[in-house]
């Protein structure tokens, strides 16, 4: 009878540690990745596919599974590099040029609509729809929206598109980074 009663008891305790692990494995389960989340929060969300990959998201996933270094992305420069290096604890490597170069001042897309025939092929080029319009009318670029990714300008047959910089204001203002000297110090 000993033996019957230790079994079922110990059949009572799995079951109920059982239940628990269930309840658990479902209440506290993490959807995604956390490394892909962050490391796609860092990444600068321009969707441009410069790095090769179809947007930001896609290539968070590729350098979190080891698939891809971590200097592919030019919108984002030396200062998304610097934090991926210091989010994965990797050693920071200058950007692939091969991927583009990083612009030392944010630009967005004017069309010229004067010139524009309305042809729509920028408005499919713009991954995310910063450009507006219809076939044989005018476009327009919503400068907020506009990511400054340049992959509006190939398609454009009658190049009404031009790159201008990006108006400077107290939200898009940053202090410059002081420069570096290389002095030896006075004895």
């Not at 009318?137 to 398609?155: A, N, R």
Request: net charge negative; aromatic share 4%; charged share 15%.
């Amino acid at each position: 009878m000993s033996i019957l009663t230790a079994v079922i008891t110990l059949g009572l305790i799995a079951g109920i540690f059982g239940l628990l692990l269930g309840y658990a494995s479902i209440r506290f389960h993490v959807e995604g990745d956390p490394v892909v989340d962050k490391i796609d929060a860092l990444l600068p969300q321009t969707q441009c596919g410069q790095c090769s990959f179809a947007g930001c998201r896609p290539y968070a996933e590729a350098i979190a599974n080891g698939e891809a270094p971590i200097n592919q992305c030019p919108p984002g420069g030396e200062t998304t590099i610097l934090a991926l290096a210091d989010l994965l604890g990797v050693e920071a490597i200058p950007l692939n040029a091969e991927h583009g170069e990083e612009k030392p001042v944010a630009t967005v897309a004017i069309i010229d609509e004067q010139v524009c025939i309305g042809c729509t092929l920028c408005i499919q080029a713009c991954p995310v729809d910063a450009i507006l319009g219809a076939a044989k009318q005018m476009h327009t670029v919503i400068e907020d929206e506009c990511t400054g990714c340049e992959l509006c300008i190939p398609p454009c047959p009658v190049d009404c598109i031009e790159m201008i910089p990006l108006k400077e204001t107290l939200e898009t203002w940053k202090w410059p980074l002081p420069e570096h000297t290389h002095t030896a110090p006075k004895i």
